[in-house]
């Protein structure tokens, strides 16, 4: 009989100490981490101009302190990279992975990207592209530090993220498109808006935040949420350093396209010259 309470005992341990290895999610089904880097390690931008690719350049390698690879492939994605677009044979805009003091006091890598001047839509993308499963919840988190010159120009735009969905055209489809900037009012004082919009002239909705200040020669955290729905139950959640920046719930889509890529981070604006830099990128299926 002793041994038999002994060995239970024992049963018992083993399994507590089996449930404490477990991480939070694994116990209670939570949000799964998809990916995460901070371009540590052997992470790097492969320059190659590959022929018939419309000068996309891929972020490859793996990092080493999260063991997540480049390019990133979530929700089935493929070819995913930063794309140059009128970029003045990379002379307009460029990107490279630096080592910088990162948010943290520590030196760490990060991405940084720079416009010098327009020359039309100028600008340098991460595009997470080829999207098979669009139709599913996301959340990102990234740090980022912007330049002081750009923000402060009066009445001036500047996109830092998106999402398109399938049959999004410029000039009005069947699509539709979630997109974070930051904008300058007349005095050249920075705030947030926050868009669903069927075409870039026509918002779905909008929110301009004026409260959160936007921090400069700062590094701050930006998150993104949400739940893809043409229904009430839609919701688009934007964050910085904890802060709300604009909460919509209702349709996070139209027509029930699904997500056709996202662009992760983005250097795209009226204000040059202007610059930027990345790091600790996060990617979970729901709100961590």
Not at 135 to 161: C, G, H, N, V
Request: aromatic share 14%.
């Amino acid at each position: 009989m002793r041994n038999s309470i002994i060995i239970s005992i024992i049963g018992v341990i083993l399994v507590c100490v089996s449930c404490s290895e477990e991480s939070p999610s694994e116990i209670h089904g939570g949000p799964k981490l998809l990916f995460k880097s901070g371009f540590e390690g052997e992470v790097y931008i492969d320059n190659t101009a590959y022929p018939d690719n419309e000068d996309y350049r891929y972020l490859k390698g793996t990092d080493s302190e999260t063991g997540f690879s480049w390019p990133i492939d979530i929700l089935g994605a493929s070819e995913s990279a930063l794309h140059y677009i009128d970029d003045d044979k990379h002379q307009a805009v460029q990107s490279e992975i630096q080592t910088v003091m990162g948010h943290n006091g520590d030196f760490t890598k990060a991405l940084y990207s720079i416009e010098h001047y327009e020359m039309g839509v100028t600008q340098c993308p991460y595009e997470i592209l080829n999207i098979q499963e669009g139709t599913k919840d996301l959340y990102i988190k990234y740090w980022m530090k912007l330049d002081s010159e750009s923000l402060f120009q009066p009445d001036m735009w500047r996109a830092i993220f998106e999402y398109k969905t399938k049959d999004y055209e410029e000039n009005g489809s069947k699509g539709f498109r979630l997109i974070a900037f930051i904008y300058t009012d007349d005095d050249g004082i920075p705030y947030w808006h926050w868009q669903g919009d069927k075409d870039p002239e026509n918002p779905v909705w909008e929110i301009d935040n004026r409260t959160v200040p936007v921090p400069v020669n700062k590094w701050f955290s930006t998150e993104f949420y949400w739940h893809w729905s043409e229904g009430d139950d839609g919701r688009a959640l934007w964050k910085i350093n904890g802060q709300t920046i604009g909460e919509h719930y209702g349709p996070t889509t139209r027509n029930s396209r699904p997500i056709d890529f996202i662009i992760l981070t983005q250097i795209y604006g009226d204000a040059n010259p202007k610059h930027q830099w990345i790091d600790d990128i996060e990617i979970w299926d729901g709100i961590p």
